[in-house]
């Protein structure tokens, strides 16, 4: 799973593959390969690591072609090596790449074997090529084959199929993962991503799940999950053909922050689906992994360790699991009591936090269950060195201030949280709402993002102050935390965060007109607790900003804003939802102050010393 790149049209369309493979590098891989037709033969190339090693190669084995398609791994099933990357081949004559997991591959594997077929790689996406080569033997027609092929297939994928028998086509399939088609002039492209083919085409065709698309270098002729003949609408993407310049912005953090909600649905769609969570999608034996956890330990620095503190609250909840959180530095210098069948989770943007690394060296030798990461870098050390992995989508994240690694960070713990309650809840109608629920925060996150120039007349309250104090309760004060780091890191004013509840054992001893107070208020159960600590704030002349639910009973006063969020967000959703404004409002500040955004004094993005 990573990036897919095809092509056919009248041209030599090996350097638009390869450009399209670069164009995905930020996901970051193990391996890249290339299939294509040349001179009546299905050539491959493949390499383990990055796409220059991929150009390498065919610098010394130059190819040329009019038909092709390419692909970028992330090791699921199977070590990262050359036998396992894609393109995948049965026989000489049929090709084929993947992104996704395919539950039932061991039961196929066993069959396909049964008939003959020899699977030469440990991965799940080979099944798929020689099964549409059985298919093949009484279903000619290659269109045919993938639809009978996908029939019988569980789980998740984007499929795209080059056959020697047919050289003037590509075919398509996709469920539950995303694959566009681009429409050019007597050529056209399909891809995993946009912005793999934006050098070529701005014409996308966007398909839906169960789509069967035949696409030719003069047409594209697409079949529904019925098998019925049907069109999809193109669209002009309006997406910048550079992926990490700021597309207009005036900083890489204010278009990251705009960028969330895609990034949610990108660590979304490869794992989830409708109704339900897919059990692979933390790698090859998590489901037995998580029906043996006993509980479960996080350990992560900064924004990290804060998407962790969240993360516990739902664990314990929902998942009747005893969760302990801890920051890397610390736990790396003592000895922890790892109770049996304890699950060791490490967060981290980069994937090459110093101590988060070494907290995992440690844990190795500790007698945990098997350690999990969930980062946004594929090639780091922490993916590597983990035994399961949660590869969050977020994108490249140039802004040191981290904002979409973040509330990727913390959907990617949903996920988590899902499937654990899977094995240890006792409620499944409630496992099937958090899915619903999880699956509308993009939506929600896109509406919270109109709050932007609110935030930018709000900033304006800050921009003179010296110390600022943010306040939650329950799963809202990690959310406080990391408001009030965000503000601290990129506007140099001094922030604090507490749960409400300790106001009076200390912090309040702080509050004057002189520093503002940021609470975020959600309509839950502890909001009228929440509403009594606030009204000690007012007492002492403090200035209040709550973020509130239209329904939660605050309104503006003397002494007092109310931000009003979207309406009706869950338990579940308000950990992502409200920290988009707490970002906005630090960025704002930064700017009104004149720092530098993206680029902070004393900090950097990764962190890889002690």
Not at 266 to 282: G, H, K, P, V, Y
Not at 468 to 488: D, S, T, V
């Amino acid at each position: 799973m990573c990036g897919i790149v095809g092509a056919v049209a009248e041209r030599n369309v090996v350097p638009i593959l390869i450009e399209g493979l670069r164009r995905l590098e930020y996901r970051g891989y193990d391996s890249a390969g290339i299939a294509a037709l040349a001179d009546g033969v299905l050539e491959r190339r493949r390499r383990l690591g990055k796409v220059a090693e991929l150009e390498s190669a065919l610098d010394n084995e130059p190819l040329s072609s009019r038909t092709g398609i390419a692909h970028t791994r992330w090791a699921t099933h199977g070590e990262p090596s050359e036998v396992n990357a894609h393109p995948h081949m049965s026989g000489d004559d049929l090709a084929i790449v993947h992104n996704g997991i395919i539950e039932n591959y061991e039961d196929l594997r066993f069959k396909l074997t049964a008939l003959g077929y020899e699977c030469v790689t440990q991965t799940d996406s080979e099944v798929i090529v020689h099964l549409i080569h059985y298919h093949l033997q009484t279903t000619p027609d290659l269109p045919d084959a993938v639809r009978a092929t996908s029939l019988e297939l569980e789980g998740a994928y984007a499929l795209v199929v080059l056959s020697l028998a047919d050289p003037d086509r590509i075919v398509l399939a996709r469920h539950a993962m995303p694959v566009v088609i681009g429409l050019g002039v007597e050529e056209n492209f399909v891809a995993s991503d946009v912005a793999a083919l934006l050098p070529v085409t701005r014409q996308i065709i966007f398909l839906e799940d169960g789509d069967i698309a035949d696409v030719h270098k003069h047409s594209v002729r697409i079949i529904d999950a019925t098998g019925a003949p049907v069109e999809r609408a193109v669209r002009e993407s309006e997406m910048s053909a550079d992926a990490i310049d700021k597309g207009g912005y005036q900083h890489f953090m204010i278009k990251e922050i705009h960028e969330q909600p895609e990034g949610i649905v990108q660590t979304l769609e490869e794992r989830i689906s409708s109704d339900r969570m897919l059990d692979a999608a933390f790698g090859p034996g998590a489901a037995e992994v998580f029906n043996r956890t006993k509980g479960v330990h996080i350990v992560a620095c900064g924004t990290s360790y804060h998407a962790g503190v969240v993360a516990r609250y739902f664990i314990e909840q929902f998942c009747h699991l005893p969760c302990n959180v801890e920051i890397a530095s610390e736990y790396r210098y003592r000895n922890p009591v790892v109770p049996p069948d304890t699950l060791f989770v490490t967060i981290s943007q980069s994937g090459e936090t110093a101590d988060t690394l070494a907290a995992l060296n440690l844990a190795k030798d500790a007698g945990y269950l098997a350690t999990l990461a969930i980062c946004n870098v594929a090639e780091s050390s922490l993916v590597r060195d983990s035994d399961l992995v949660m590869l969050t989508r977020a994108g490249p994240e140039i802004g040191v201030a981290s904002t979409k690694a973040f509330t990727t960070q913390l959907a990617a713990l949903s996920l988590l949280v899902i499937s654990l309650e899977k094995c240890h809840g006792d409620d499944s109608e409630r496992t099937a709402e958090h899915i619903k629920r999880l699956l509308e925060v993009p939506r929600m996150v896109e509406q919270t993002l109109a709050l932007d120039t609110v935030m930018r007349d709000l900033a304006e309250r800050f921009a003179d102050k010296q110390h600022a104090l943010f306040l939650g309760r329950g799963i809202m004060h990690p959310i406080a935390m990391e408001g009030a780091l965000k503000l601290k890191e990129i506007s140099y004013i001094h922030a604090e965060a507490y749960p409400a509840g300790e106001l009076k054992h200390g912090p309040l001893a702080l509050v004057d007109a002189d520093m503002p107070v940021v609470a975020v208020a959600p309509n839950d159960n502890l909001l009228e607790k929440l509403k009594s600590n606030l009204m000690e704030v007012r007492a002492r002349g403090g200035e209040l900003i709550v973020f509130a639910d239209p329904d939660s009973g605050f309104e503006s006063s003397d002494g007092v804003t109310v931000i009003e969020m979207p309406q009706h967000i869950s338990y579940f959703q308000a950990p992502i939802v409200y920290t988009v404004p707490l970002q906005l409002l630090a960025y704002h500040v930064a700017v009104l102050k004149g720092t530098d955004v993206d680029q902070p004094r004393n900090l950097a993005k990764s962190v890889t010393v002690e």
